[in-house]
């Protein structure tokens, strides 16, 4: 695909050059993208532009959002207008995967690493005093060293405490909820909490999420911006703003998902307004799959949904959306994973990627740029120690529940370590064929066990705040002592 515009060819000429650099050349990597640049098309002016060339990135991330639920993944009684708008102008991931629970999945989008590798493997509560550990390198980090400034909306989930504020993970601006509790949590602006709240997922805080973010988008829109909007919607208990009480026709879940597609329809409103939308990469994500029996989300065609790693819980929606740099209305099938946003921004914001540690991510622009890949840049997802998708193969090594307590699982019975899904024709996972094909079934087996083996060698660990005696029980959050990470 040809880019728009010359200032997206000359962006996109100056991103082929970064990835051809070595470790810390920074300056005669810029050198030779000028020249480059030069070379190729004769405009002597990229020199003086080049900062303000580099394109906003917003990431608009949902929280429990099933793979059937918008209406351009499939849904045929949930409309999402502004979701599908966004859908048409750009790219639709139909096999990007995430981990199955919230801070797993926060916490791989941080750190382009799976979350298993750097300790995650469960929600974070306020009670634990675990978070994202200082040492971890975080993409707002990286951003800020490309010159971006960098701001998240909503929901952080990587630890309660202040030492795990998102101010000090490389985050300028920050509105929204540390923790995760349905009740009794607050709303922090960057360090301080300004509001107390009695549930975050209550629609009536959706437009001050909305406004802190389009604040956010009007003060920063002549610099390169990076914006995290990360919605408490549509996790439980669903209680839709006032405008969107009975608009569905799928019930209280239904006006959320409508909330939520408001929002994003606003944000890309003010990024049209604002006069940034063409310079803006816009991705919208769930953080894992739905919740199931509950009359609210939808898996779509996969098995299962939140809590377990069958595809309904690990495979979401993702939309990208870039013009000039993302054919509109095309789809890719590749394999993908929130772990590759990290290094993929690093690619377009033109720095590093961590070099001193292992990143699971890969720069996934080739897929993005509709280039003809001949070798997929991912051809396995793992969640160690449990699934391994490689190619249209998915082997479980061990038995998978349903997902979540009672009244929240699947209606299908569990599956028992050893079954192999052929996901191409059955990506319900419906069909064990192990039986069928041992040798793929060693395979797999061969790759995840060397792929644990490679992680348990390069882990690393979640942060820990020092051991205190235990919170007298009457505390809350607001009593708890906030204590810095060592
Ligand atoms: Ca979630």
């Known amino acids: 695909m040809r880019p728009r515009n010359r200032a997206f060819e000359s962006f996109s000429k100056t991103v082929e050059a970064s990835e051809l650099r070595r470790p810390n050349t920074m300056n005669q990597l810029t050198t030779f993208a000028v020249c480059l640049f030069v070379t190729l098309s004769g405009w002597v002016q990229v020199g003086t532009s080049r900062a303000s060339e580099k394109p906003n990135i917003v990431v608009f991330l949902t929280d429990d959002q099933g793979y059937g639920d918008l209406g351009c993944y499939g849904s045929d009684s949930l409309e999402t207008p502004n979701i599908d708008r966004l859908c048409k102008q750009g790219m639709k991931f139909t096999d990007f995967y995430v981990h199955q629970r919230c801070s797993p999945t926060r916490m791989a989008l941080m750190t382009g690493s799976h979350a298993h590798r750097v300790g995650c493997t469960k929600v974070i509560y306020n009670k634990d005093r675990i978070g994202i550990h200082a040492n971890e390198v975080t993409m707002p980090e990286l951003l800020k060293t490309a010159g971006y400034t960098t701001g998240i909306v909503g929901k952080w989930h990587l630890g309660e405490w202040d030492a795990f504020n998102p101010t000090r993970h490389g985050f300028d601006f920050f509105y929204g909820f540390m923790i995760d509790l349905d009740q009794g949590t607050g709303i922090y602006q960057n360090m301080k909490r300004v509001e107390s709240i009695r549930r975050k997922t209550d ?43 009975g608009t569905s026709r799928r019930g209280t879940y239904g ?16 990024l049209d307004e604002q006069g940034v939308a063409e310079n803006t990469l816009f991705i919208f994500a769930s953080d894992n799959g739905p919740v199931l029996g509950m009359n609210g989300g939808d898996a779509g065609p996969f098995r299962d949904g939140k809590w377990t790693d069958f595809e309904g819980g690990i495979r979401v929606p993702c939309i990208m959306r870039w013009p000039g740099m993302i054919e509109p209305d095309s789809t890719t099938s590749q394999i993908t994973g929130i772990v590759d946003l990290l290094p993929t921004f690093c690619s377009i914001a033109g720095v590093d990627s961590p070099g001193d540690r292992v990143i699971d991510g890969r720069n996934i622009l080739p897929y993005m740029k509709g280039e003809k890949v001949t070798k997929p840049i991912h051809e396995t997802f793992i969640v160690p120690g449990s699934v391994i998708r490689h190619g249209r193969w998915k082997l479980l090594v061990r038995d998978l529940k349903p997902g979540g307590k009672s009244g929240r699982e699947g209606k299908r019975p569990a599956a028992s370590a050893g079954s192999l899904f052929n996901l191409q024709i059955d990506p ?9 094909y041992p040798d793929v079934v060693l395979d797999l087996r061969h790759r995840m066990d060397a792929a644990v083996r490679e992680l348990k060698a390069n882990s690393r660990p979640i942060g820990r705040l020092p051991d205190v005696p235990a919170p007298a029980k009457k505390n809350n959050a607001d009593s708890l002592p906030q204590t810095r990470l060592k």
Request: a negative charge; charged letters at 30%; aromatic letters at 12%.
């Open 203 to 245: 629609g009536k805080h959706s437009p001050k999420l909305l406004d802190a973010a389009i604040g956010f988008i009007k003060e920063n829109k002549e610099r390169p911006f990076f914006l995290y909007y990360a919605s408490p919607l549509p996790h439980t208990p669903w209680i839709p703003n006032e405008r969107f009480k």
């Open 255 to 270: 006006d959320v998902i409508r909330e939520i597609d408001w929002q994003v329809g606003e944000l890309m409103t003010v």
């Open 428 to 436: 319900g996972e419906t069909r064990d064929v192990s039986a069928d």
